[in-house]
């Protein structure tokens, strides 16, 4: 079974430019959550949505975050205008929401932001 | 809210011996999940194990093994026979039951160099 899929892999965009990353979760499971990752700060949780629908934002930067999951099969987070101090890895992960769930994420090999 | 606390920057250890590494979390709950994920150069997170807070007995998955304090709020991972593949970082991870359902709060994660 394919696991989460997340692109790009690998972005280079300049200060001010828009950054968009995509997520297909894993078929069937109905949690979906985009955290980041620096050395600074580590893993941080930006949003996670169950259902499509956002149940806490609360973890995303500012304004020039924002996250949407359209479907059960589709998620983007969009960075507009982007700055250096955006740059990190950015996952996905996704969970079946079930009776016998533990919260086991199961995460996307992540995307790398670079902006210069 | 919660912590997780990884004391250990890094750690390493010979091929074939054991190594420990530890995590202590702060909650005022009860029943909650505690994992540890491994997350190798190429970046994908990967569980490693679970433990359930209600559950006396120490998860164990095949080399490793935990030692979970529940009073002291202290849970440890145990690789025994390591490998050189078992290099990565290593992050311990707290999820609260509930309305948080899936969310999960990392350790600062410990870097284990296996050594051959």
């Known amino acids: 079974d394919a696991g989460v899929i997340q692109s790009p892999r690998h972005e280079v965009t300049e200060m001010g430019q828009e950054v968009t990353l995509r997520c297909k979760p894993i078929?069937?499971?109905?949690?979906l959550f985009w955290y980041r990752q620096t050395m600074m700060r580590g893993l941080e949780l930006l949003i996670y949505?169950?259902?499509?629908?956002?149940?806490?934002d609360s973890g995303m930067p500012e304004d020039r975050f924002s996250a949407k999951m359209p479907n059960a099969s589709f998620s983007t987070l969009k960075i507009q205008p982007s700055e250096p101090r955006d740059s990190a890895v950015y996952f996905c992960?996704?969970?079946?929401?079930?009776?016998?769930?533990?919260?086991?994420?199961?995460f996307g090999e992540g995307s790398r932001l670079t902006v210069l | 809210a919660q912590t997780v606390t990884q004391s250990q920057p890094e750690m390493s250890v010979q091929e074939a011996e054991t190594v420990t590494l530890s995590c202590t979390y702060d909650?005022?709950?009860?029943?909650?999940?505690l994992f540890w994920y491994k997350q190798p150069p190429s970046r994908q997170m990967i569980l490693v194990i679970r433990?359930?807070?209600?559950?006396?007995q120490n998860a164990t998955e095949n080399r490793f093994s935990v030692n979970f304090q529940k009073a002291a709020k202290s849970f440890s991972l145990k690789i025994s026979d390591s490998q050189l593949g078992d290099a990565a970082m290593y992050f311990c991870?707290?999820?609260?039951?509930?309305?948080?359902?899936?969310?999960?709060?990392f350790g600062q994660g410990t870097i284990l160099t296996v050594h051959p």
């Open positions: 949505f169950n259902n499509n629908v956002p149940i806490d």
């Open positions: 909650t005022s709950e009860s029943d909650y999940y």
């Open positions: 992960a996704s969970s079946p929401r079930t009776s016998g769930n533990t919260g086991e994420l199961f």
């Open positions: 078929s069937g499971h109905n949690s």
């Open positions: 991870a707290y999820r609260s039951p509930g309305t948080s359902y899936g969310k999960l709060t």
């Open positions: 433990q359930e807070a209600y559950k006396q």
